[in-house]
């Protein structure tokens, strides 16, 4: 458990199950303030931030823009920790395939692209699109936010897009499901992940422990 006493700030704008990642960071550092807000001036007088979402890509950025959302994240991620969450991590890229086509925040280089109606695995065997459940994640780098989650830890995925992982220097995890993608971007102060920590069980409160006690950079 993490006993850093800081004030986290998890960004509501109307998309994402935010009393789920409020509870998990609540659990994994009991010292800290967990304020769930929409407050420009409130994540901006926090000490790390989080960005999570859930949902079309074109309801999150409608959302965003109308709250000027990205503006919020981008001065955040100029001046702390900030942690992104599924499609949290995909609206900080350039664009997205979803709804014939949407452009996101263009913080991190990247295409969001679906998978596809035949997702085949490496048997040939035909697999479910989105992309629901366990599945595990390698770390192509070290990173603060790895700290005591071992190499191939399953994590909790709900997803239908990704981002896609070829020749992407920002990319810190893989996963693989029928094609490789992204499990995780990293720059700067800012570390996303595709999956949910919130409901990864032990591996995604001790990424979330990580989190609370990050300085931020790599």
């Known amino acids: 458990?993490?006993?850093?006493?800081?004030?986290?700030?998890?960004?509501?704008?109307?998309?994402g199950?935010?009393?789920?990642?409020a509870k998990a960071l609540e659990h994994v550092a009991p010292?800290?303030?967990?304020?769930?807000?929409?407050?420009?001036q409130v994540v901006a007088n926090a000490d790390r931030v989080v960005f999570p979402g859930v949902g079309a890509i074109r309801d999150c950025m409608y959302e965003i823009q109308r709250l000027n959302?990205?503006?919020?994240?981008?001065?955040a991620i100029d001046s702390k920790p900030v942690l992104a969450i599924c499609v949290g991590m995909q609206a900080l890229m350039d664009n997205s395939e979803e709804n014939g086509g949407i452009d996101c925040l263009k913080i991190m280089p990247g295409l969001v692209k679906y998978f596809g109606e035949n997702l085949v695995d490496t048997q040939g065997r035909k697999l479910k699109v989105?992309?629901?459940?366990w599945n595990n994640v390698n770390h192509c780098h070290d990173h603060p936010l790895w700290h005591n989650i071992q190499q191939d830890s399953r994590f909790y995925f709900v997803h239908s897009f990704y981002v896609e992982a070829d020749n992407n220097p920002h990319v810190f995890a893989t996963c693989d499901y029928g094609k490789q993608f992204a499990a995780s971007v990293?720059?700067?102060?800012?570390?996303?992940?595709?999956?949910?920590?919130?409901?990864?069980?032990?591996?995604?409160?001790q990424l979330l422990n990580n989190f609370c006690k990050w300085q931020g950079e790599a």
């Open 1 to 15: 458990m993490s006993d850093f006493r800081d004030h986290i700030a998890v960004i509501d704008y109307g998309m």
């Open 17 to 21: 199950n935010l009393h789920s990642v």
């Open 31 to 40: 010292s800290a303030k967990v304020t769930v807000t929409s407050d420009p």
């Open 69 to 75: 959302i990205g503006e919020v994240v981008k001065k």
């Open 130 to 133: 989105p992309h629901m459940g």
């Open 186 to 205: 990293q720059q700067g102060n800012l570390f996303a992940v595709q999956f949910h920590p919130e409901k990864s069980a032990d591996a995604g409160l």
